[in-house]
């Protein structure tokens, strides 16, 4: 099954407002959380990463809220403009018999609309 | 610069035939990733390489066989390539290993249809 589930594959938000992405995890045993973004035909690259001993980070506009009780981390992004029209695709990171790996969710397309 | 090179952009196979994509970076990071990319399923893991010759499979290795003789370099190998294995490949790269707070750099993906 799929262990990093983003359940909502598209959000629109009016510019100016906040976009809240969501993503929840199975294995307890992750201890890195992170925000990727993604345009069109590039590549991923990291927006903001947190490790499971804070429940928050900010930076700028971005936000990573996690719930570890829950299996749930957040990224908000206030004020939002047309060019954060992206995929935003959540990572969590765990270790495994001294191997670490990063398991990506499925993304959520995010489209800020003027 | 930091960057990770995927050659090549575009590559168009038979059913049958072996396809090899080339991943390089000049970071001299230890590990190295191939992901693939399908709509709705994200990004899956096929190999990890934690150095030269070093490599661990990921979530889905079936059908796929990697190679890293230098630590720059890091090859996706394809077997007598099926069409299932239409999809974006992202190869990527760390300076540790991933999970502990490392900053993956990807590659800009092949586009790799098998037809």
């Known amino acids: 099954g799929q262990q990093v589930k983003q359940s909502s594959p598209s959000l629109t938000v009016q510019e100016g407002g906040i976009s809240i992405l969501n993503c929840d995890y199975e294995?307890?045993?992750?201890?890195?959380f992170a925000w990727y973004k993604k345009y069109p035909d590039n590549s991923p690259t990291l927006l903001i990463s947190v490790r499971s001993n804070v429940d928050k980070r900010e930076d700028g506009r971005l936000t990573v809220f996690l719930n570890k009780s829950g299996k749930h981390f957040s990224l908000h992004i206030t004020a939002s403009q047309p060019e954060d029209t992206a995929v935003y695709l959540c990572?969590?990171?765990?270790?495994?018999?001294?191997?670490?790996?990063?398991?990506f969710g499925e993304g959520t397309k995010l489209t800020v609309s003027s | 610069d930091m960057k990770v090179t995927q050659m090549p952009r575009y590559l168009i196979k038979r059913m049958g035939e072996n396809v090899l994509l080339e991943c390089g970076q000049d970071?001299?990071?230890?590990?190295m990733y191939w992901y693939r990319q399908d709509p709705g399923l994200g990004l899956q893991l096929i190999y990890i390489?934690?150095?030269?010759?070093?490599?661990s499979e990921g979530d889905i290795p079936k059908g796929y066989r990697v190679s890293r003789k230098k630590r720059e370099h890091f090859s996706l190998i394809l077997d007598s390539a099926k069409t299932n294995q239409t999809s974006v490949y992202f190869c990527?790269?760390?300076?540790?290993?991933?999970?502990?707070?490392?900053?993956?750099?990807f590659g800009s993906g092949t586009r790799l249809t098998v037809l």
């Open positions: 990572a969590a990171g765990v270790n495994q018999g001294g191997s670490a790996k990063l398991i």
């Open positions: 294995n307890d045993m992750f201890d890195y």
């Open positions: 390489s934690y150095d030269v010759d070093s490599n």
């Open positions: 990527a790269s760390s300076l540790g290993q991933g999970a502990r707070a490392e900053t993956l750099y």
């Open positions: 970071m001299s990071h230890e590990t």
